[in-house]
Structure formats: C-alpha cells, structure tokens
C-alpha cells in the first residue's frame, strides 16, 4: 500500500498467495502494518529471478494400485501441484510407468486437458454457453497457478471463498477447497465483530477502526485484530471440527492454509495432508500426515494410514486424526 495513499479509503486488492507472499510479513494470520508496501504475487518478479522447471515424481501405493503423487521444491508452485495430485490420485491424469520427473509444461498441458474434456451439466442452450464461458475463462487463469493464486477467505464456513476466477478451475475439475480459518460461534464478540466479512474486508475495516470515533467500531476493531493475532496459523479448532464434519468419507480436495495449498482426503472419519516434501522423496513409509490440531505438527502415516517414523520405519499402529471436541483431539489420537 503506498505510503502516501489514505488507509481509511484503502482499496485492498485480493491477496496473491503462493509461495512468495503470505497474508502478513512473515506472521501467518497477523495485520499488515499501515504503510507497508501491498505484497507482490509471483507474476510481478523480476523476469531474471530463478525457477525450477522440472519436479520429482513420487509413486506411492493408492488403493492396490502404483499412483504417481508431484512433489513440491523450496518454490514449487502448490495450487498447481495440489491441483494436480488430486488428479493423479482420482487417476484422470496418469504417467508412463517409471516416470522420475516432470516439467511444469507438461502439468500444464494435462490440466488443460482435463478441463477441456468436462461436460455440462445440462443440455440446454444457456448452460452451454454459461459452461463454454466458464471453460474459456479457465483456461485463461491457468498460467497463474504456476505462481499463485487470488484467495480471499471468509470465516463464515470451510468452503466459504470471496469469488475469483480462478475458482472456476476447482468447480470445473469438481474439486472442492477448503479452509478452516472460522470464528467460534460461543465467541460472541469476535462473531459480531468479523461478521460475513472476508479476510481483506476485516482489514480493511480494522484499519478504518483505528481512525473511528465511533467507540463501538473502535471495540470491534480491536476484537478482530485479536482474531487475527489469535488464530495466526489460519486454522482453528471450530474450523478443523467443521472440516472433519463437511468433508465426506474417501474425498479428495484441496485444504489452504498458512498461505499454502495440500491435497486432502478424508479416511475413516479422520483428515490426512499429502506429503509433497521433495525431501521424503525416497521415504517410501511417508505418504499423508495427520491434521488433528491446528499447530501443523501432524503424524506422518504410510500408504495404508498407520502410523510411520521416517528415521524407524517400523510402527503399523493405526492412525487417527481429529475429534471434537477440541480438548479431545491429542488426547484421543493414540487410543
């Protein structure tokens, strides 16, 4: 945001987010400080700075059968990659056996394809041209997945998104996204103070609260800014107990959080992350990774769920991942 621009009358753009920008500087969840210059997305780096072309190619055992996964370098584009695996996963897109690699080009090229070979829901004339319409304006957005992607969340619900085009991707390929940033409904005083307003619109009314002399605005500016600061991991009990509840059984998706796009899947009632590592390339025993509590520190699982370490190797115990309530979700994980 430029410095000289009035913060009251700010006009927030979408936040850019993939692996360069975040929603603060560097602080998760947290308000971006007056002044300070708006984030930059990928497509605005310099035309000389690095990027990796090509990415590993992981084959893990997927319901009986040898499935490519695409795994994610230090600046890996991941809405594209989660995208991606999702397909691999449901076995729309598939790689000749062996497979150790592949270009960004050609992820691209398979993905279009996909889209190119959806079909409308309907035969009448209006959802034709409403579905031609769509397929033209994906295919428009899809260069941006390889830098990033326009999210703006709301906290209202874990599909619950400020519509971008580039939505039109996920309902096209019928692959739904989720978050789980959501405010505890016994919370009354961060409902009333965040509302149905999406991320950039709570900025940009607690900035505008610091300029108030409305002492009502001012309060609830201060209630939404703890929000915020409270739930920096963009993740919170309330939305991951949602999460488990909206998701259904044997479902694959993609889940955003901390500025980063996963391949999700819900297995017997419980939340497993795709490990996209680059690092577990060779850890044949490091598949998913529990999503049971929202400081990110999951249990790695093999192919079949249980329970893996990547230096022992040897556990076959069965995992789980979340239950309500909150309290109950380390606790249980083990029995």
Same mark, same amino acid.
């Given at each position: 945001?430029?410095?000289? &621009?009035?913060?009251?009358? +700010?006009? =927030?753009?979408?936040?850019?987010?993939?692996?360069?920008?975040?929603?603060?500087?560097?602080?998760?969840?947290?308000?971006?400080?007056?002044?300070?210059?708006?984030?930059? /997305?990928?497509?605005?780096?310099?035309?000389?700075?690095?990027?990796?072309?090509?990415?590993?190619?992981?084959?893990?055992?997927?319901?009986? %059968?040898?499935?490519?996964? @695409?795994?994610?370098?230090?600046?890996?584009?991941?809405?594209?990659?989660?995208?991606? *695996?999702?397909?691999?996963? &449901?076995?729309?897109?598939?790689? +000749?056996?062996?497979?150790?690699? #592949? !270009?960004?080009?050609?992820?691209?090229?398979?993905?279009?394809?996909?889209?190119?070979?959806?079909?409308?829901?309907?035969? /009448?004339?209006?959802?034709?041209? *409403?579905?031609?319409? *769509?397929? !033209?304006?994906?295919?428009? #957005?899809?260069?941006?997945?390889?830098?990033?992607?326009?999210?703006?969340? &709301?906290?209202?619900?874990?599909?619950? =998104?400020?519509?971008?085009?580039?939505?039109?991707?996920?309902?096209?390929?019928? @692959?739904?996204?989720?978050?789980?940033?959501?405010?505890?409904?016994? $919370?009354?005083?961060?409902? &009333?103070?965040?509302?149905?307003?999406?991320?950039?619109?709570?900025?940009?009314?607690? @900035?505008? /609260?610091?300029? /108030?002399?409305?002492?009502?605005?001012?309060?609830?500016?201060?209630?939404?800014?703890?929000?915020? %600061?409270? !739930?920096?991991?963009?993740?919170?009990?309330?939305?991951?107990?949602?999460?488990? $509840?909206?998701?259904?059984?044997? %479902?694959? !998706?993609?889940?955003?959080? *901390?500025?980063?796009?996963?391949?999700?899947?819900?297995?017997?009632?419980?939340?497993?992350?795709?490990?996209?590592?680059?690092?577990?390339?060779?850890?044949?025993?490091? #598949?998913?990774?529990?999503?049971?509590?929202?400081?990110?520190?999951?249990? =790695?699982?093999?192919?079949? =769920?249980?329970?893996?370490?990547?230096? %022992?190797?040897?556990? $076959?115990?069965? +995992?789980?991942?979340?239950?309500?309530?909150?309290?109950?979700?380390?606790?249980?994980?083990?029995?």
């Amino acid at each position: 945001m430029d410095s000289e &621009r009035s913060e009251s009358s +700010a006009d =927030f753009d979408i936040l850019k987010l993939d692996h360069h920008t975040s929603f603060g500087p560097s602080t998760g969840g947290q308000l971006p400080q007056e002044g300070a210059p708006q984030l930059a /997305s990928a497509a605005e780096a310099p035309m000389d700075a690095p990027r990796s072309t090509y990415y590993f190619v992981k084959w893990i055992q997927w319901k009986e %059968e040898k499935t490519p996964i @695409i795994l994610q370098n230090e600046n890996g584009p991941c809405p594209l990659l989660a995208i991606m *695996n999702v397909l691999f996963l &449901r076995w729309k897109v598939k790689l +000749a056996p062996q497979t150790e690699a #592949v !270009s960004i080009d050609e992820l691209m090229a398979y993905l279009g394809d996909c889209i190119l070979s959806t079909k409308p829901c309907g035969d /009448s004339e209006g959802l034709q041209l *409403n579905f031609q319409q *769509n397929v !033209s304006d994906a295919m428009a #957005v899809l260069p941006k997945l390889s830098t990033g992607l326009d999210v703006n969340v &709301r906290f209202t619900g874990v599909s619950d =998104f400020e519509y971008t085009p580039e939505c039109i991707v996920f309902d096209l390929l019928n @692959i739904p996204l989720y978050h789980g940033w959501l405010v505890d409904p016994q $919370s009354s005083d961060m409902v &009333r103070a965040v509302g149905t307003l999406s991320y950039n619109q709570l900025v940009e009314k607690i @900035i505008c /609260s610091k300029h /108030s002399d409305d002492s009502s605005l001012v309060t609830e500016g201060l209630v939404a800014e703890l929000f915020l %600061e409270s !739930s920096a991991s963009q993740l919170t009990y309330h939305g991951l107990c949602e999460l488990a $509840s909206a998701v259904r059984e044997g %479902e694959l !998706s993609v889940f955003f959080r *901390n500025n980063h796009f996963s391949t999700v899947v819900k297995h017997k009632g419980y939340l497993y992350l795709l490990v996209t590592d680059q690092g577990f390339l060779q850890e044949d025993k490091v #598949v998913w990774e529990t999503l049971h509590n929202v400081e990110g520190d999951g249990n =790695f699982c093999d192919a079949e =769920f249980r329970l893996s370490h990547p230096a %022992e190797r040897e556990t $076959s115990r069965p +995992a789980a991942a979340v239950q309500c309530p909150q309290m109950q979700v380390d606790q249980n994980y083990f029995v």
